[in-house]
């Protein structure tokens, strides 16, 4: 796995934001910032997806993935 990997965000319109995310152990992680607030960014696969994160209590969830099998996943830091 490489060190780094840029992936672009989209609002779907014409406004793009690359982001860079660092491999952190077997993890491709970055911190992203909205609106002042504090972000974790991580690529993950799907079955470590789904193994580790409930949505929704949603047993039928099946995520979207890239063309390598890989979600992404966004979640606020907890507050200090």
Same mark, same amino acid.
């Given at each position: 796995m490489e060190e780094k990997r840029k992936v672009t965000i989209?609002?779907?319109?014409?406004?793009?934001?690359?982001?860079?995310?660092?491999?952190? $152990? &077997?993890?491709?992680v970055a911190q992203i910032f909205i609106d %002042?607030?504090? /972000?974790?960014?991580e690529r993950m696969k799907k079955s470590e997806f789904l193994r580790n994160y409930v949505i929704d209590n $949603? &047993?039928?969830?099946?995520?979207?993935?890239?063309?390598? %099998?890989?979600? /992404?996943?966004?979640?606020?830091y907890p507050r200090p």
């Open positions: 989209s609002d779907g319109g014409d406004c793009n934001l690359r982001v860079t995310l660092f491999l952190e $152990d &077997s993890r491709q %002042g607030v504090a /972000y974790h960014f $949603d &047993s039928n969830y099946d995520p979207r993935t890239d063309n390598e %099998g890989m979600c /992404y996943l966004i979640a606020p």
